[in-house]
């Protein structure tokens, strides 16, 4: 499965209707909840999230000032709806 909260991603219908039908969407990678992703793909195991400080804050990218800083990772990633 693939899941997005990114209007521009094939994953963004699955999440839309998640909402709609007011499940919650759990992500974890490698066995580890993900609090801030914004992007998961089960079968190609990567899922994109944003980069947080030592306070679990979102972090502004350092090379365009203008949107938050996400970074792509790899591993067993497991979505589930409930």
Same mark, same amino acid.
């Given at each position: 499965?693939?899941? !997005?909260?990114? !209007?521009?991603?094939?994953?963004? @219908?699955?999440?839309?209707?998640? /909402?709609?039908?007011?499940?919650?969407?759990?992500?974890? /990678?490698? $066995?580890?909840? @993900? !609090?801030?992703? #914004?992007?998961?793909?089960? %079968?190609? $195991?990567?899922?994109?999230?944003?980069? /947080?400080?030592?306070? $679990?804050?979102? @972090? #502004?990218?350092?090379?365009?000032? %203008? !949107? #938050?800083?996400? %970074?792509?990772?790899? $591993?067993?990633? %497991?979505?589930? #709806?409930?």
């Amino acid at each position: 499965m693939r899941i !997005s909260a990114n !209007s521009d991603d094939i994953g963004y @219908q699955a999440y839309m209707q998640s /909402l709609a039908d007011r499940k919650t969407v759990t992500v974890r /990678l490698d $066995g580890v909840e @993900q !609090s801030v992703c #914004i992007t998961a793909d089960e %079968e190609a $195991g990567s899922l994109v999230r944003c980069v /947080l400080d030592a306070q $679990g804050r979102a @972090q #502004i990218d350092p090379n365009d000032k %203008e !949107s #938050i800083w996400v %970074e792509t990772v790899h $591993g067993k990633v %497991e979505v589930t #709806i409930s």
